[in-house]
């Protein structure tokens, strides 16, 4: 009997401890590393480094941004996975990284190495030319490729990246033949199709929007459901020849198994209220995004049906890494 009180003390002192611990040590008390598995100027690092910013200033700790990109994001991925499961690592990703298993031979399961944080936002992506190009319209440009299978090609940010995933859609849903010129990240690749080197790009509007109003890029179609407000002008790639086409981005958070279910909760609390603040709103409508809100729960369900969604796109079009 004495014993076993002795061994209930033990527990309560070991549980206080640890109460009195977490008090002293609240999260997060030191910075934050956010991975963001592109290189800088494409979409995922746009609204990534908005997200970071405003998290700071939330967390009253520095966010820090760490671009690792290739692989089409399996690289900065793997590097988040291995990470400490202690809150201070974090993960951004975009549809991208549903697509990843169903192209690579990862070394980790994803849906198992990671634990949702939060969905943040979600946009459409744009076909765009450069300026000078001779297509003005969605039409001219499948007419042109039907004329001459293989002659076009489309810059995207590597193999598996949104740019690539949601170009596959297009050539194959316009019954056309297009070549993909892959590139390591969505800045460069649409600093390739600016200069008129590559012919066109299908890009995440948040991204491309800035060079659109310019007049470096000429905006020809949006992937969106509806036509963007932001280009009240432009048609969407639906409404001007590839019927039911639609290719949204979207971007959010995730964090190594096994994260503290603490640090969890402040995380998806303060990037809630970041969502919801009026200079977020104002700047993703200014950037053709919209905030999307989910569960942790929800998140991750819609991780598993966008990993087959992507999987089943690139068995279709026959994506290989490259």
Known sequence: MKKNALLALGLFMLALLHL???????????????????????????????????????????????????????????????????????????????????????NFDQLKAFTPVAILAAGPNVLAV??????????????????????LNYASAGVGSFQHLSSALFVNMARVSIVHVPFKGGGPAMMDVMAGNTQLILGALVQTLPQIKAGKLKALGVGGSKRSPTLPDVPTIAEAGVSGYEAINWWGMVAPAATPKSALDRLF????????????????????????????????QYLITETNKWSKVVKEAGITPQ
């Open 269 to 300: 609390k303060e990037l809630t209220l970041i969502q919801n603040s009026p200079e977020v709103i104002k700047r993703f409508q200014a950037e053709a995004v919209d905030t999307v809100q989910m569960s942790q729960s929800e998140f991750g």
């Open 130 to 151: 450069p300026p000078n190009s001779p297509y003005n319209s969605v039409k001219e440009v499948i007419d042109a490729a039907k004329a001459k299978p293989g002659y």
């Open 20 to 106: 009195v611990a977490q008090a002293a040590d609240p999260y997060p008390n030191r910075p934050i590393k956010l991975i963001i598995p592109f290189p800088t100027g494409g979409s995922n690092d746009v609204v990534g480094r908005l997200i970071a910013d405003q998290l700071s200033q939330r967390l009253a700790q520095p966010v820090v941004v760490d671009n690792r990109g290739g692989a089409g994001g399996v690289i900065g991925a793997e590097i988040a996975a291995k990470s400490e499961p202690d809150g201070y690592t974090l993960l951004f990703i975009s549809s991208a990284f549903t697509a990843n298993p169903s192209l690579y031979k990862l």
